[in-house]
C-alpha cells in the first residue's frame, strides 16, 4: 500500500533527497497559512486510487491568493468524493516555475530484483517512453550512463554540472530504494530548476498492508 | 541447500560414453546418436546399451545394462523413454558415470514434474551432473563428443573453432548450428540444455569462461532460471570473454497491475534489456545478428575506438556504407595528412583520396593492397570496412588473397562486405575460412563493428 505522506517525506529528509517545501491540510484556512502571502503554491489530492491525478483534474496549480486557494480546495473535495477515492488527503506545496521534469523511479522485478529508473518526467513519462533502467545498486559510472541512454539526455543534463547533479540524486535513490522494503516507487516529478532540483511528488509503495 | 552439482568437463570431453537405448533400427533416436558417434569419429569408447540383449550394435559389442560394462564410463547418454529413464539413470549412478545427458522429452514441459524431481533425487544422490531432459545435448568440435540426435547427412557440422553455443531451445540451437556451418566460421562446442534439471544456464557460461578453447560465447535463452546467481558471476564471465545473446520470448506479459509509472514501464523484457546492458552482454536483436556478432568476435581484435575507414570498387556501396555507419552510431573519419598524400602518389587520378575511398571499378589486388595498407597505418581509424565487389572486372582470386593478407596482420579489425551469388560466394567463402567476417551489405557489417565497439569500451580498450 501506498506509505503516507509525511512518512514519505521524513525518508526522502533522511537520504537528503531535496524535495519542495509542503505540508497537508484539513482545511481551507491551513492552506491559506502555509500560502503566508508568498508566491504561488499547488494543491493536490493523495490517494492509493489516484495514480494520474492530472488527468483527473485533481491538481490546483498558480494558486496566489486566499479567494482561489479557498475555491480550489473546495473543487479538489468535490472531486474526490465524486471519484470515489475513499481515503484521501490534500497537499500544498510551494510552486516551482519553470524547470525541466524527470522521473526516478523504483520497481522490484521478479527475477531480477530491484531496479532504478531515469526517465524524462511529468506528463512526458507515458507518451515518450524515454528512460533507462538499471538494476540497484548502481554504481556512480551506471549512474552516467543511464544519463547518456536517454533520447532526452541532452534536455535533462546539458552541462557536466547537471550530469553530475543527476548522477549523485540516482546514487541517493539507489541507497534509499535498496535499503527500504518499497516495492513500487515514483519520485514524479523531479523538476531540475536553478541548479539544483526538488522532488515534487512521490508515490512509494510498501508491501506492508 | 545441497551442493550444486555442475562439473560438466566430463560431459563435454568424455573419454568414454555409454549411449543408453542406441539402436540400429531405422528412424529411433538411439540409432541417430550412434550413427553419429560413428560418423563423427569420437576418439574415446564407445558402449552401446540395450535392454533387447543384441549382441552387437553398429559393429560395436553391445551390452543389455550399463551395469554390465565394467570398464569406467566419463558419460551416459540417455535416450529411453520418460517412464523408464530413471531407472537407467539411477543404474549409471551406480556404474560412477562422471555425467549423463537425457535426451529425453517427457517431463516438467508436459507437467510431469515428479519425473523431473525423481532425475534430481538420483544426481545428488550420486554426485552426477545431469543435462537436460528434453534437450540435444552436447557437441565438441576437438574431441567429437556429439549427442545430437541430428544426422550428419541433414545437418551439416561446422568447423573447429572458438565460437561456444549455448542454447535453451533445441530447435533454435540446431537451426543455428545448421547456419553456423553456412557462414563458414568455427565452433567450439554446443550445449542445449533443455529443461536445466541440474546443470543450467549460469553453470554451463561459467565452464565456458574458462575453458581455453572458447573464445565467444553466443547465446539463446527465453528466461533465466537463476537470475540472482547470475548477476553474481556475469561481470567476470563477460569481461574474460564476450557473450552475444539473444533473448526469446519478447512479449510483454503485463500480468502484474502496476500502481506506479516506475513499474508500468520496468516490464520484465525491460529488466533483461537493462541486465543485458549494465553486465557487459552483446544483445542481438535475432538469429541473423546473433550470427554476424559472433563472427566479428571470433576472428577480429578489439578497437581502440568507433572510426570506420571504407574502402570499395563500388561508389553507391561507398554511399551506402557512410549511411550504415552513421545509423550504427560509428564515425566517418578524415584520413590523416600524410597517409592522403602518400596515397594520391599510388592511386591513379580517377580516385578521389577521401573516405570512403572509392579505389574504381577496375581496381585489383594491386590498389586493394595499396589502400589497405594505408588505412591499417592511418591512426584516424579504429576498424576497417572493405567492400569489395566481385562482379567487378578487376577483382578475382588475388584481390581476396590481399585482403586476407592485410587481416592476417590483425593490426586492426578488418571486415568485408560482398554482395552477390556464386562467383561472389566462392571468393567470399575463402575468405571467411581464413579469418575475416564477411557480410552481405554494409548495414550488417556496420552493426557487427558497433558490437566490436561496444564490447571494447567495456573492456576498457576504447577509453
Redesign the interface.
Known sequence: M?LNYNSAIKILNKYKIRNVESAIVSTYDDAVKFWNGKGMITMKVISDKA?HKSKNGLVSLYLSNPKQIQDAFLILKKRALKLKLGKYKIVVQRMILGGTEI?I???I?????K?I?L?LGGIY??TF?D?????CPISKN?AF?MID?LKSSNIIAHDAKSRELIASLLLKVSKMFSENDFV???L?PIILHDETYDAVDL?L?SDKG | MPVKINNIEKIVKPGSVAVIGASDKHGKVGTAIMQNYVDVGFQGKLYPINISGQPSIMGKKAYKSILDVKEPIDLAVICVPADATSKVLNEAGKAKAKGAVIVTSGFSEVGRKDLQDELIRISNAYKMPIIGPNCLGVMDTRSRNDTLFLPTAKIDRPKIGGVSFVSQSGSVGSSILDLISGEGFGLSKFISYGNAAVVDEVDILDYLSKDKDTNVIVLYMEGARRAKELTLIAKKITKAKPIVVLKGGRTESGSKAAHSHTASLAGSNNAYHAFFSQFGFIEAEGLEELLWYGKIFETQPLCKGNRVGVITNGGGHGVLAADALYQNGLILPELSANIAKNLRKIMPSIVNIRLPLDIGGDAGADRFSAALSALSSDPNIDVIMTITLFQTPGADESVASAIIDAASRKEKPIVVVSTGSTYTKSHTSIIEASGVPVYESPDAAAKAISALVKYSKYKGVIK
Open positions: 501506498l495514480l522521473i523511479g523504483g520497481n522485478d521478479q527475477q531480477f530484483g531496479m529508473l526517465g513519462v507515458e517512453k528512460f533507462a533502467l538499471r538494476l551506471e550512463s541512454q513500487e516507487m515514483d514524479n508515490r509503495m
